[in-house]
């Protein structure tokens, strides 16, 4: 092969290598950017979660609610009911205290940023990113009803502890709902009985951490689901 040829195949060779580089280039680039926008959305998520906590906080303390805290985690806002007089005793209906707070709470979910979208150019600039990416925001009210694991009696028209747990949840559930006036889609009921507790079972103390209704206040992105 002539010096000529050598030299061309190996301008060629360069040439080829060079456009390879720029398309790898490009990709990483393209992947951060894309990493760059998916943490820009979620900080706008936690933002919203992190100042519905604070509205909430702030009208528990100011109101002196005692049968209802509140608490921030990963997922989102976390009401815990598990006092003595949350339930009329040995049932599943409201106390009047509870029905006092559980109002009190409803009113103001519909202010919490968590659950509406405001108008801002932000909120507006992120919901049109995830919509054209195929995603949609999906608020939630998730409310899990938990029990000890105390049997129920056997004469009891509450029957078990899967019953008493679902029924104190959708009573939460529908004293939230009546209150705050937001579609029903956003909430749903769970009763897990005594199988999640988060405390033993053998003596008082735990027992009574492990009788208690969670209410999960939440949202997220989620895939647009194709029709």
């Known amino acids: 092969m002539s ?18 580089t720029l398309l790898i280039t490009f990709f990483i680039m393209m992947i951060a950017i894309n990493k760059g926008e998916v943490s820009k959305i979620q900080v ?8 519905s906590y604070i509205l909430l906080q702030s009208e528990i303390e100011k109101q002196n609610l005692t049968v209802i805290r509140a608490n921030r985690n990963v997922n989102g806002i976390v009401l815990t009911i ?30 919490m ?9 932000e909120s507006i600039e992120v919901i049109q990113q995830a919509n054209a990416e195929g995603y949609e925001w999906l608020a939630e009210v998730t409310v899990e009803g938990h029990t000890d694991n105390d049997s129920i009696d056997p004469r009891s ?6 019953f008493l747990s679902t029924m104190r949840a959708q009573a939460v559930m529908q004293e939230l709902y ?23 079972n053998e003596g008082a103390a735990g027992k009574d951490q492990n ?6 206040i939440s949202a997220h992105f989620q895939e647009r689901l194709i029709e």
């Open 82 to 111: 598990n006092r003595a007089n949350a339930f009329q005793s040995g049932g599943f209906k409201s106390s009047e205290q509870l029905s006092a707070e559980l109002q009190v709470i409803g009113q103001l979910l519909p202010n």
């Open 44 to 51: 706008w998520v936690d933002d919203r979660v992190t100042a």
């Open 3 to 20: 010096v000529a040829n050598e030299r061309a195949k190996s301008a060629w060779l360069l040439a080829f290598g060079d456009v390879m």
């Open 211 to 216: 009788r208690r209704v969670e209410v999960l």
């Open 113 to 121: 940023p968590v659950l509406g979208l405001d108008q801002s150019r």
């Open 157 to 162: 028209r509450l029957r078990n502890n899967w």
């Open 178 to 200: 009546a209150a705050s006036a937001l579609p029903a889609s956003l909430f749903s009921v769970s009763g897990y009985g005594e199988f999640q507790p988060i405390a033993s």
